[in-house]
Every structure is written in structure tokens, then in C-alpha cells.
């Protein structure tokens, strides 16, 4: 499964994710907050085809389901995560890809990246011509970056901002 190519969106995106949020609510006992975020949340966007998954929890649930996470076959990755988000990726079926990566962040929702996560893509939705540039930034950002994932963050950095600003 090659990571860094620009896909276009797929219809199937929002299924993919009510599928996965149910079977983690299935398995997750606590009250969480999901939302799909990331590129494959917005409508017409394309990207990596990545299904992006932000949980919403108080702290204090962390551990127990990062656990209960990694029962479901999400790989904890400490090395992404941050002071308010932790990081998990899962390779699952897919009937179009036949495997595709899931990320998932693990956050409380008073955390600024709950609030950026969900502001990034209202925003997209809300607005298609910005929409369409950060389509184009992200080709642009793919071939300049040439497979290194923090090249690629990197290049993207200045239309979060931007964006994030607007909020």
C-alpha cells in the first residue's frame, strides 16, 4: 500500500468511517465523542485516502482505551503523538484498496487540536475554493516531499494556519 500518492475522494470515504466508528463503539464501553476528519471528511477533496478518526475523551480515559484500542488492532504510535493527542494507525480492509490505513487521534475535546481538527474541515466544507487550493497544495506537497512524511507536514503547514486564523 503505497502512503504518499494523491487519490481522488471516493464516496465509499464516509461509509468506511460509520463503519469503523460503530466497531469502536462496539468494543469502547466509555461515551466518546467521533468524528471523521482529515481529507477523506470532506466532500470532492481527495488526498492519501487515509480515513482519518478523531475521538473526543476525558484524560483521565487515556489508558484504558488505548488499550482497548490496541485490541482492536490500532498500533499505538508515541513518536506521532503529541502533549494533547495520542496516535494510532490500523491497516483494515477495504473493498476499493483492498487494505487501507485508518489514523486515528485519541484527544479530549476542550484540547486545541479537537477544536482544530474539526474548524480545518468545517472550514474546507464551508468554503470550495480554499478547498481547491489545498487540493492543489497537497498534489504539490506529495511530489516535493517524495515519500518523507515530514516533509510533507511540513509543506502543509502554512495553510493550517491560514486557515485556522479564519476560525
Avoid: C
Wanted: hydrophobic share 35%.
Amino acid at each position: 500500500m503505497e502512503k504518499y500518492l494523491f487519490r481522488p475522494y471516493s464516496p465509499i470515504f464516509p461509509e468506511l468511517f460509520e463503519k469503523e466508528k460503530q466497531r469502536i463503539i462496539a468494543h469502547i464501553k466509555t461515551k466518546l465523542l467521533i468524528e471523521h476528519v482529515g481529507s477523506t471528511a470532506v466532500p470532492n477533496l481527495g488526498g492519501k485516502g487515509i480515513i482519518d478518526i478523531a475521538i473526543g475523551v476525558d484524560q483521565k480515559e487515556f489508558d484504558l482505551i488505548t488499550k482497548q484500542l490496541q485490541e482492536l488492532g490500532y498500533e499505538f504510535r508515541p513518536m506521532h503523538s503529541t502533549v494533547e493527542r495520542l496516535f494510532f494507525r490500523a491497516d483494515l480492509p477495504d473493498p476499493e484498496e483492498g487494505t487501507r490505513r485508518y489514523h486515528l487521534y485519541l484527544t479530549y475535546p476542550q484540547s486545541k487540536e479537537w477544536k482544530d481538527f474539526l474548524s480545518f474541515r468545517d472550514y474546507l466544507k464551508q468554503h470550495l475554493e480554499e478547498m481547491k487550493h489545498y487540493a492543489e497544495l497537497k498534489k504539490k506537497a506529495l511530489e516535493e516531499a517524495k515519500g518523507d512524511g515530514e516533509k510533507y507536514r511540513k509543506f502543509k503547514e502554512s495553510i493550517f494556519a491560514k486557515i485556522l486564523k479564519f476560525e
